[in-house]
């Protein structure tokens, strides 16, 4: 296959019979800043390319599992935009997924974590989503963490929202799932982005990053809110340098997205359009991975 087709995209036909190397997504977390993995997805589309494989972590499972159920990237965004353009649907929504009843929510008094992740991912997600692994059109992975086991948990069959939902579960926003017995919670705790699980799977691994980091004025004191997110964001950027010390995916995106808070859900146009050059970038990397397996002849 001519190279020049990874720039004309609409070629998906051509590259399932072509032999060119596959490839692999591991979509990371990292809260409203994963609104970013749809550039990402929206480039692979034009491409014609249709990963193999697919592994996620937060929203980087929610994501990943809209791509693996056949979704397109601008269905995604259309769809991610129409959801969380107006916030009286947006507070509508969450209010149907409240705990039922008033007993609930304050037995005990008010906690932190009240919300159930489950019930927010079903007022949110679209009616016809997929509820199993086996629906999937893409064989997915997804992590979450196992919390009393103090370590990450990889779930790949039987029920996905549930395993999605657990993946999702920030701590302090949302009680933690219940999977097999065990308590699980956000798969951006353990592995923020989760390539190494596609390791053997793939010619070429793309891993994306949307942690970003905590930002503001260095003369600002922080607000609690931004310290516990901004403590959590610094300690899974750790685990991401100690994990590209061992080993490199072949393409490692950072889009720009420090500027917003894991919660800025209203933001999704804005993180849309600031973290656009992702695209560019994809684009150039697959180009010359493409270039470089066509001239050796791999793939």
Known sequence: ????????????????????????????????????????????????????????????????????????????RA?????????????????????????????????????????????????????????????????????????EAVYSSGDLMNAVAASAAIPALFRPVLLDGRYMIDGGISNPVPFDHLEGLADIIIGVDVVGGPGGDDGERPSTT???????????QSIITMKLKSGRPDVFLRPDVSRFRVLDFFKADDVLTVSAGIREELKHALDAIFTYHIKNGEG
């Open 79 to 151: 769809y991610t935009l129409a959801t969380l353009g107006k916030r009286s649907q947006v507070i509508s929504r969450i209010w149907r997924a409240r705990p039922s009843g008033v007993g609930n929510v304050f037995s005990g008094g008010f906690r932190l974590g009240q919300f159930s992740i489950e019930r927010i991912l079903a007022a949110f997600l679209p009616e016809d989503f997929p509820t199993t692994f086996e629906e999937l059109d893409i064989p997915t992975k997804v992590v979450v963490t196992d919390f009393y086991a103090q370590q």
């Open 226 to 236: 931004d310290l516990m997110f901004g403590a959590s964001q610094l300690m899974m």
């Open 1 to 76: 296959m001519r190279n020049d087709l990874l720039l004309n995209g609409n070629q998906e036909a051509d590259r399932k019979s072509s032999g060119d190397p596959t490839v692999a997504v591991a979509f990371g977390g990292g809260g409203a800043r994963g609104f970013a993995h749809i550039h990402v997805i929206e480039v692979l589309n034009e491409l014609g390319i249709r990963p193999v494989a697919i592994s996620g972590a937060s929203i980087g499972a929610i994501m990943g599992t809209a791509m693996a159920s056949g979704m397109t990237g601008s269905e995604i």
